[in-house]
C-alpha cells in the first residue's frame, strides 16, 4: 500500500505545509493534515468550496485529495494542560480533542499507523521585537509553539509510526546566523529544532527506526512570514545575493520532504537539508 503522511501545520494553500502534502501525494502518498484551531473552520469551508482547487492540481493533472483535517493545537499536550479560557474560548470550543494526545489517539483510531510526519509549523507572539527585548513569556511561548512542538507529535505518534518511517521539520537559518528582524525568541527556537533533530535521530533510530530531519528553507511569501514583517527583503536580499538568482518556491521544498521521506533517503538522518537557493553557503553579500 502507500504510504501514509500526517502534516501539521497546513491552514491554507501559501505555506511549506501545504507544498509537502502536494509534493507527498504526487509521490502517491495518502495526506491527512493537522489545522490549528482558530483557522480550522477558514481553512475547511474554503476546501468545501473549491477555493484551493487550483492549487490542488498535481503534475498528472489530478486533484489532491485530503483524506481528513484534524483540529490541532501544538502547545497543548494534553487536556489537563488547557487553561480555562482556552477552553471557553468560542474559536476553541466547536472543535474537540485538539490536544497533541488526543490528536493522535483519534488518528489511530481512524487509520492505525502513519509513515511520514511532517511538522510545518511555527508561533513566536513577540517575534517582531528584538532578543533583546524578548519577555521570558514571548520566548518560552515561541519554544513552545515552534520546538517542543516537534517533539510532542514525534512522541506521541512515535508508537504508530511503521518502521523505516520518516519525520521532517521545517527551520530557518536565523539559528545559526544572525538574521535581524527574526526575533522574539524564534533564532533560539530554531536552534533548538536542529539541535533536537540530532538527539532525536539517535533515539528515534535506535528505538523506533525512524528517521528525522529538518529542511532549512529559504524565504517564503506564507502567512506567518508576512506576519514577521520582513519577508520582502529577505526574498530580494536571496536574489541579490543567492548562488542560484531565481525566486524560490515552496515546491522545491515540498519536493526535498518527498525525497527524505522516501527510501532514496534511508541513510539520511539528523540532517539540516538546506533548501535556499545555496544562501547558506555565501559569508558575504555581493
Ligand atoms: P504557514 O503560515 O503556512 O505555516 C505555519 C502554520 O503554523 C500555520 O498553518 C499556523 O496555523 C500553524 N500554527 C501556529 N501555531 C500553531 C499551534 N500552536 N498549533 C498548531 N498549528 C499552529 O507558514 P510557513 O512559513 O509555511 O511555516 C511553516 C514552517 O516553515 C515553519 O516552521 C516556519 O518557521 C518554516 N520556515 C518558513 C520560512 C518562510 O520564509 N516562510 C523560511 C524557513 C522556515
Do not use: C
Not at 485530503?66 to 487553561?83: G, H, Q, R
Not at 485538539?98 to 483510531?109: A, D, F, R
Not at 533536537?196 to 532549512?216: C, M, P, W, Y
Not at 520582513?230 to 518556491?249: C, T, V
Amino acid at each position: 500500500r502507500g504510504k501514509r503522511a500526517f502534516i501539521a501545520g497546513v491552514a491554507d494553500d501559501n505555506g511549506y505545509g501545504w507544498a509537502i502534502a502536494k509534493s507527498l501525494a504526487a509521490a502517491g502518498a495518502e495526506i491527512v493534515v493537522g489545522t490549528w484551531v482558530p483557522a480550522l473552520n477558514i481553512f475547511e469551508s474554503s476546501l468545501r468550496r473549491g477555493k484551493f482547487d487550483e492549487s490542488r492540481v498535481l503534475p498528472d493533472g489530478s486533484l489532491m485529495e485530503i483524506t481528513k483535517v484534524y483540529p490541532m493545537d501544538a502547545v497543548f499536550d494534553s487536556p489537563e494542560d488547557v487553561p480555562e479560557d482556552v477552553k471557553t474560548n468560542k474559536r476553541y470550543s466547536g472543535a474537540s480533542k485538539w490536544t497533541v494526545q488526543e490528536l493522535v489517539e483519534s488518528v489511530k483510531q481512524d487509520f492505525g499507523s502513519i509513515d511520514i510526519l511532517v511538522h510545518s509549523l511555527a508561533n513566536g507572539p513577540e517575534v517582531t521585537k528584538p532578543l533583546l527585548e524578548t519577555s521570558r513569556y514571548g520566548y518560552l511561548a515561541a519554544i513552545s509553539a515552534s520546538s517542543y512542538s516537534f517533539i510532542s507529535l514525534l512522541k506521541h505518534f512515535v508508537p504508530i509510526m511503521n518502521p523505516g518511517g520518516s519525520s521532517i521539520s521545517l527551520t530557518y537559518i536565523a539559528s545559526e546566523r544572525i538574521i535581524p528582524g527574526y526575533g522574539g525568541g524564534m533564532s533560539s527556537a530554531k536552534a533548538a529544532l536542529e539541535s533536537d533533530t540530532q538527539v532525536l535521530a539517535f533515539e528515534a533510530g535506535r528505538k523506533h527506526k525512524i528517521r528525522v530531519n529538518t529542511i532549512s528553507a529559504g524565504p517564503l511569501r506564507s502567512r506567518a512570514a508576512k506576519a514577521i514583517g520582513f519577508i520582502d527583503m529577505m526574498i530580494d536580499y536571496s536574489l541579490a545575493n543567492a548562488p542560484l538568482q531565481k525566486e524560490l518556491s515552496a515546491e522545491e521544498v515540498g519536493n526535498t520532504a518527498a525525497f527524505l521521506a522516501s527510501p532514496l533517503a534511508s541513510a539520511i538522518t539528523g540532517a539540516v537539508v538546506y533548501v535556499d537557493n545555496g544562501l547558506n553557503a555565501m559569508g558575504v553579500g555581493v
